[in-house]
């Protein structure tokens, strides 16, 4: 069996002084109401959160997954 993985990878300068190095990225999964594992993307500032949960977050759904 042969199995072909694909990654696009580019970068755009962004202006404002963005240092990308000061970020975390994670994927975490979520189950829903009926049990199917409903993907989240967490962004956070590497020195700026607190994960023991007294940080306040900003939950945006887009309207995929039946979101309403």
């Not at 009926?34 to 023991?52: A, C, F, H």
Request: aromatic content about 16%; hydrophobic content about 35%; proline content about 4%.
């Amino acid at each position: 069996m042969i199995i072909t993985c694909y990654f696009v990878h580019y970068c755009t300068k962004v202006l404002g002084g963005f240092d990308a190095s000061e970020y975390f990225t994670e994927r975490k999964w979520a189950p829903a109401s009926d049990g199917t594992q409903v993907p989240m993307s967490i962004v956070y500032r590497k020195n700026l959160v607190n994960l023991d949960g007294s940080d306040p977050l900003l939950l945006y759904g887009y309207g995929s997954y039946e979101v309403i």
